[in-house]
């Protein structure tokens, strides 16, 4: 019975570790914006943050369109912003962007 519940105890655990690790970051959204956006747009992670609120953010991922709005915000990106190479970044890029969006009260530190 006791290796049973070991058994299950660390099975729960391994479980809770791959969700924590497949789920998109806030923070790893800071540092793709930090070394992959924000030469392209020419400012700085707050200010892009700060253009939508978080509805409008939910909103603009909701029906798709976030890399359609990156483009908007920064077009010397538009083509990269498109790209096959640039689609895994976008659940973190919106949860960065979200988390810090005009509404939210919180101030990114890039």
């Known amino acids: 019975m006791r290796k049973l519940l070991t058994l299950l105890a660390a099975g729960f655990f391994m479980m809770s570790l791959t969700a924590v ?11 793709i914006y930090q070394k992959k956006v924000k030469k392209l747009c020419g400012f700085n992670g707050a200010k892009f943050a700060a253009k939508h609120s978080q509805d409008e953010w ?39 962007a979200y988390e810090y969006a005009n509404d939210s009260g919180n101030v990114p530190s890039c």
């Open 21 to 31: 690790t497949a789920s998109a970051d806030v923070e790893r959204g800071q540092k």
């Open 58 to 96: 939910e909103e603009i991922k909701d029906s798709g369109k976030f890399a359609d709005e990156m483009g908007k915000l920064c077009p010397k990106g538009a083509k990269y912003f498109h790209s096959d190479k640039f689609k895994k970044y976008i659940d973190d890029l919106y949860d960065f």
